[in-house]
């Protein structure tokens, strides 16, 4: 914990300010209503953008469910703030348009503000982008025609600007953080430090490392190859640069080099921590605090769970005809880094042991490509017409993009099994209003993470992987990969892992893999990793068919230990025990 001083101001630099995304929405959500947060710091800002020009976007900022109570917007016409003249004046000066106001997270409010730059100043703009080449050596020039990089130094100056304004006389309090979430923050942290150096002690929070992500989500061998090149490469004290070449024409990695020389760097996993590591000097000779995402650790009785399991039954029931003994789910982006293949070659696995016993399971997969999901009307048509989810048709409003393979390996999963059957949901939402008639009418997206009996999340990247625990606190197994950043928080609150936890290990190869160099690791391509993955999916499915709750009295045994494990990981432990502790040790070397 911090002294009895505490903190005067931490300032959140994030694209997330304004309303929730994604992971850093999650993180800020936990975060900001933890109560030794809120204990320990006095004043909270939140930093970010908006752009008038996407309607989607400004409906997410204004719905109610997002609880933004606008203070100040020329855009709206709104001036209850008592420096709005001084806002007025920026956006004259600078070109931009400005939103002030106030954001809840759980109990608390807390001040946001927001700039469309879209207008800016060309000439203002232009020689900012000069001065941080000067000053950090960032070549603006490389990336001006990457939106992304554009939007966010632009917006940067007159951020700095609006957070003066907004702090008043606490811009001269001596205990102040401003922290950048990710690469899109930074460049509002190196505006700070150009305009008022040293005014605010800088932290550059890694939810993940974006020079990975990529190599890891393109090469063939995907994260069986990436990690054990990174470890056999640094027993040679060789970098990332030598092995996959120099990065420094990517936007977000010439972000995250001028966030190396920031005074404290936070990691959400141990494995971002060897990664930023493997990056090269900059990052290599720097301590970094780990500091986990928290998890919630709700409480449940077992009878609960119970009403949410068979809710799910009966969905299968209804859906299939086979009313199942289990309910498997996995709840995630269709994208490639969350691995879904794995889930399917863990069910052929764990499908004939199943079989064997005379137990039945379901596994819904809940995962679009488009983010919206389907309309309510699209979604009972198809039911109507062809039994949508059991069955899918190739193009809007069901199977577009990458949901066409999965459902194809769905399918013959399906043709295959006898115990197992697999409903591929390609919807946003889990209630009887977005998933059909079939679905039961108290359904909501509640009981699918608390009647699930075990959740997949196998992911290749995964710096963290709050999703992929929070069915723990309810009983549910969670199969993880190796690669998830939670477990390594996992391992460190309990002994005993594998009571509730399955972590399938793509990463670390069989003996008989002849790789004993970083090159030989290089090679490893498709072909390898089916083989490591099909070798380490019988080992999961051996511990899964070991770990499956057979009775109630099961269950009440897994829930008390996943709601045990979970309360020594939340919020509240990592803002006690990692983050106030890490902010502590900065404050006192700045």
């Known amino acids: 914990m911090l002294t009895g001083e505490g903190l005067d101001v931490i300032v959140h630099s994030t694209h997330e300010a304004g309303y929730k995304v994604g992971g850093i929405g999650a993180v800020l959500d936990g975060l900001l209503s933890a109560r030794a947060y809120l204990k320990n710091v006095r004043r909270t800002v ?65 001040e946001v503000v927001l700039i469309d730059p879209t207008d800016a100043d060309s000439g203002r703009i232009a020689d900012l982008k000069y001065r941080l080449w000067e000053r950090f050596g960032l070549r603006s020039d490389q990336f001006d025609a990457n939106y992304e990089y554009d939007l966010y130094v632009r917006a940067a100056l007159p951020q ?21 979430h990710e690469f899109m923050g930074v460049p509002l942290c190196l505006v700070a430090e150009l305009e008022q150096p040293n005014a605010f002690c800088r932290v550059y929070y890694a939810h993940e490392v974006p020079t990975v992500r990529p190599v890891v989500e393109e090469h063939p061998g995907h994260d069986t190859m990436f990690y054990n090149v990174l470890r056999m490469a640094g027993e040679q004290s060789l970098g990332f640069r030598h092995v996959f070449g120099d990065r420094s024409h990517f ?34 000779n720097k301590a970094i605090d780990l500091v986990y995402n928290g998890i919630p650790a709700p409480e449940v009785q077992l009878e609960a769970k119970m009403v949410s399991t068979e809710r799910l039954r009966q969905y299968a029931e209804n859906l299939t005809g086979d009313r199942p003994d289990h309910v498997f789910t996995h709840v995630a982006r269709l994208v490639p880094s969350k691995g879904l293949w794995r889930d399917l070659r863990v069910l052929e696995e764990l499908d004939p042991m199943l079989a064997e016993r005379g137990r039945t399971a379901i596994f819904f997969v809940l995962a679009t490509a488009p983010p919206t999901g389907r309309s309510s009307s699209d979604v009972m048509a198809m039911e109507a017409d062809y039994g949508w989810p059991l069955n899918h048709h190739e193009g809007y409003p069901d199977l577009v993009g990458s949901e066409i393979p999965f459902y194809q390996a769905v399918e013959h999963f399906n043709r295959e099994s006898r115990a197992v059957k697999a409903v591929f949901v390609n919807q946003f939402g889990w209630d009887q209003e977005r998933c059909g008639t079939k679905m039961p009418a108290e359904m909501s997206f509640a009981d699918l993470r608390q009647g699930s009996d ?57 003996q008989n893999l002849e790789v004993r160099t970083w090159q030989d690791a290089l090679l490893i391509g498709q072909e ?63």
């Open 160 to 180: 700095f600007e609006a957070l003066k304004i907004v702090l008043g006389a606490d811009m001269d309090r001596r205990r102040k953080v401003m922290m950048a």
């Open 454 to 510: 075990l959740e997949f999340g196998q992911s290749i990247y995964e710096p963290f992987g709050i999703a992929q625990f929070e069915p723990l606190p309810y009983g549910a197994l969670c199969v993880v990969s190796s690669a998830c950043g939670c477990v390594g928080f996992a391992n460190r609150v309990t002994t005993d892992i594998g009571r509730g936890i399955v972590v399938a290990d793509y990463i670390s190869l069989p």
């Open 251 to 284: 936007y977000k990695h010439a972000l995250l080099e001028a966030a190396a020389d920031f005074p404290a760097v936070f990691a959400v996993g141990d494995l971002v921590v060897e990664e930023l590591g493997f990056l090269g000097s900059h990052f290599a």
């Open 528 to 590: 390898t990793r089916d083989l490591v993955e099909r070798y380490r999916a019988r080992e999961a499915a051996q511990t899964i068919a070991a770990n499956l709750p057979q009775s109630e009295s099961d269950r009440a045994r897994a829930l008390a230990w996943g709601q045990a494990v979970c309360q020594r990981m939340t919020w509240e432990v990592v803002v006690s025990e990692y983050m106030l502790p890490a902010l502590a040790r900065a404050l006192h070397s700045f």
């Open 46 to 110: 939140l930093m970010g953008t908006f752009d008038l020009r996407d309607t989607a976007g400004m409906d997410r900022l204004r719905a109610p469910r997002n609880r933004f109570e606008v203070l100040y917007s020329s855009v709206d016409g709104v001036r209850q703030y008592e420096r709005a003249d001084q806002l007025a004046a920026i956006e004259e000066a600078f070109g931009v348009r400005i939103m002030y106001g106030r954001r809840a997270f759980g109990p608390s409010a807390q």
